[in-house]
């Protein structure tokens, strides 16, 4: 059994808090000369999912850091080469805690993911002969090309049944043979690693043990502060991964005080207190700051579910209920909607009468980001806020 170090400082839960909040981007000036390239080098990893109601996630992700950047801003800053050597990005998109953004310069760090994909014996979909070598021999003959443009995706139109070329492709991907360059039309765009990544990248040299410290040490940095649990979440590690590697990850270990268990920040965490602005805006169900539902329980006092893929019936906030957050606090959820230039709460959840103001606020801030002139909101759980919700929003909107 490990002996893990005593704690040389002891955080308030109140400390935990604001220093999470500062790591993830969300208290003090945004650093706006970084922007969204600064936003996910910050954050380590920025997750995609194919759920769009304002906007899809990555794009909500530098939103709610730095307001209202432009949605082709958001994406060109993912994608675009400009600067480099054509065809190499800033990006690109692997397995971390989901399907996620990746900083390029972290190609190396996913050697071990790589390996752990290559010495896999069972996958969900056969690969056909000859159709991983065909895809390879496609790609190099012709450059970057879609699912459809390598010879279909599915073979029905079945979500889950692959055609032999895509099952090949994404195997080729999560190889490392293939990287996904950019998303074209919400399809991914496969491209050989050889010729995307940057050669001073390439190579999967790097042992599995300096690859997990290395992601370790991230996810401290993004996280502030966390648990095993929570650090081993952030890039979806296995808890003995963790305990492998954290004495020497740089991190230090801390105790917080109501957590009940051992935790870990990083030092530059602990150098000054946080300071500065709060940011007030709607989060989207996959932001990093809410990743993790114990975590967001212990830090926020906030139960965090996404119920988009709940029955109706049996949803409680909403198909894709955003948390607002305010003043460092998660003080309201909004299910929101668009019809045409209107901006609809379908459903909104306020703690108490002191979240009004600010529900409010994020609710103005997220129309005009989306080019919506009004706000009309639907339900309000607790209908005695509802008519003071509405005159803040008449306020803003007059």
């Not at 920025?46 to 850091?65: F, K, M, W």
């Not at 002969?129 to 443009?149: C, F, N, S």
């Amino acid at each position: 059994m490990t002996t893990l170090p005593r704690p040389a400082v002891t955080l308030t839960a109140d400390d935990a808090r604001r220093i999470a909040l500062r790591a993830q981007g969300f208290l003090g000036a945004p650093d706006r000369r970084g922007g969204v390239r600064g936003v996910l080098r910050h954050l380590g990893a920025v997750q995609l999912d194919t759920i769009s109601v304002l906007a899809r996630s990555h794009e909500l992700v530098p939103y709610a850091r730095l307001g209202a950047v432009g949605r082709k801003t958001v994406e060109d800053a993912y994608w675009n080469p400009a600067g480099r050597s054509p065809g190499r990005p800033h990006a690109f998109e692997y397995w971390s805690h989901a399907a996620c953004i990746l900083p390029v310069e972290e190609w190396p760090h996913f050697a071990f993911r790589r390996r752990a994909y290559r010495n896999r014996p069972h996958w969900n979909h056969e690969l056909p002969d000859g159709a991983y070598d065909q895809v390879v021999k496609q790609l190099r003959a012709e450059g970057p090309l879609t699912a459809t443009e390598l010879g279909g995706a599915k073979r029905t139109s079945e979500w889950w049944d692959w055609s032999g070329a895509k099952v090949a492709v994404e195997r080729a991907l999560m190889y490392g043979e293939v990287v996904c360059v950019e998303r074209r039309g919400w399809k991914r765009v496969y491209d050989l690693a050889e010729r995307a990544v940057p050669d001073a990248l390439l190579g999967d040299n790097l042992a599995d043990t300096e690859c997990l410290r290395r992601l370790v040490r991230l996810a401290g940095e993004s996280l502030g502060v966390g648990t095993r649990a929570d650090i081993a979440d952030y890039h979806r590690l296995k808890g003995e991964q963790v305990d492998a590697v954290i004495a020497d990850s740089g991190l230090v270990p801390v105790e917080v005080e109501g957590w009940g268990r051992p935790a870990w920040a990083d030092p530059a965490a602990l150098a000054a207190p946080p300071r500065g602005r709060h940011r007030t805006t709607l989060l989207s169900p996959f932001d990093s700051l809410i990743w993790e539902r114990a975590r967001t329980e212990r830090i926020f006092g906030f139960t965090h579910r996404l119920e988009a893929y709940v029955p109706k019936p049996k949803r409680v906030y909403g198909y894709f209920a955003m948390p607002v957050l305010a003043g460092g606090r998660l003080v309201g959820r909004v299910d929101p909607a668009r019809e045409g230039r209107t901006l609809v709460a379908k459903q909104v959840t306020l703690d108490g009468p002191k979240a009004v103001l600010s529900v409010a606020q994020a609710l103005i801030e997220a129309a005009a980001w989306v080019n919506c002139t009004d706000v009309r909101v639907e339900r309000v759980d607790a209908p005695d806020l509802r008519e003071p919700l509405a005159r803040e929003l008449a306020r803003a909107l007059a």
